[in-house]
């Protein structure tokens, strides 16, 4: 059940609140939960310190998409693409230069 998963996640950031990879869960978990809000506020205090190779910035744009904030989704899935160009995923930038395409930027 995902609250259950939400409250663990939240607990266990509590005690250790710079482990990126638990940040980054539980902003899948608040976005999986329907709380887009918190999942955007996670995934940008994750992606300010982490060094993420396209991934995050795919969901953060995704999740911006879905909230009405088109132009920040369109800057996230910018920054995605960088990333991913930059880490070695072609497939992954290409994927979000359609998306941005399909956007009319």
């Known amino acids: 059940m995902v609250p259950d998963r939400v409250a663990a996640l939240e607990r266990m950031l509590e005690r250790n609140p710079d482990d990126s990879r638990l940040r980054f869960g539980l902003a899948l978990e608040y976005l999986r939960a329907g709380r887009s809000e918190d999942g955007v506020r996670e995934l940008r205090a994750y992606l300010a310190a982490s060094d993420d190779e396209g991934n995050a ?3 953060l744009a995704a999740a911006l ?5 088109h132009e920040q989704a369109k800057e996230a ?8 160009n930059e880490h070695g995923h072609p497939t992954m930038a290409e994927e979000f230069e359609r998306t941005l395409e399909g956007m009319g930027s």
């Open 57 to 59: 910035w795919g969901r």
């Open 65 to 69: 998409h879905d909230m009405g904030e």
């Open 77 to 84: 899935y910018r920054r995605g693409i960088d990333a991913a």
